[in-house]
């Protein structure tokens, strides 16, 4: 993958929590509790416990589907001419210590070549959105500012239902 982010030209970000990486399987897991399927807020009681693992986001495996969403990235932007860049966010109480580092650690093992943007947080995501620009990411409120910036946004929940969003939103992108 070619680094070389070009600010004059459109991006395709990609989230990395719940879209390329699986931090609420790898939190469910960890802290062995289940939440309500489609919850983005962890309870504060779990939240304390969760952050003690200050390496919890080095450490995050793949989502099913990630090898062929960022594949399939990696040719839509060479393609398009675009960037291909991942988008993330530190949590909002900014109290994990590594989360930065581990986050950009965590995409040159997985996706070496593709840049790590931070919102920082995850509010400020959409002040990274030029006209024409793409976000794949997990939470409504991401996808909601971003198209009202002027940006193209999916709500991602699993590569299968992106791919049928690709196919029927992106197939004819200018």
């Known amino acids: 993958m070619n680094n070389d982010f070009n600010p004059n030209r459109s991006t395709l970000y990609l989230d990395q929590d719940d879209v390329v990486a699986d931090w609420m399987g790898a939190a469910q897991l960890y802290l062995e509790q289940q939440w309500i399927q489609g ?4 309870p504060d009681e779990d939240w304390q416990r969760l952050k003690q693992h ?7 495996p793949l989502m099913p589907g ?5 594949r399939w990235a990696e040719v839509f932007t060479r393609q ?3 960037n291909l860049a991942f988008l ?3 949590p909002s109480t900014n109290d994990v210590p590594y989360v930065y580092q581990d986050k950009v650690n965590w995409a040159k093992e997985h996706f070496p070549g593709i840049p790590v943007f931070f919102g920082p947080y995850a509010i400020d995501k959409h002040k990274h959105c030029k006209p024409g620009d793409i976000l794949i990411d997990d939470r409504p409120s991401n996808c909601q500012d971003w198209m009202k910036a002027g940006g193209i946004a999916h ?5 299968p239902k992106c791919k049928i969003w690709i196919q029927n939103t992106l197939s004819n992108y200018q």
Do not use: P, Q, S
């Not at 919850?39 to 962890?42: D, F, G, N, S, W």
């Open 39 to 42: 919850k983005t807020v962890v």
């Open 54 to 60: 200050h390496r919890f986001y080095r450490d995050l």
């Open 66 to 70: 990630a090898h062929e969403l960022v």
């Open 80 to 82: 398009h001419n675009m």
């Open 88 to 90: 993330t966010a530190i």
């Open 155 to 159: 709500l991602f929940t699993t590569w």
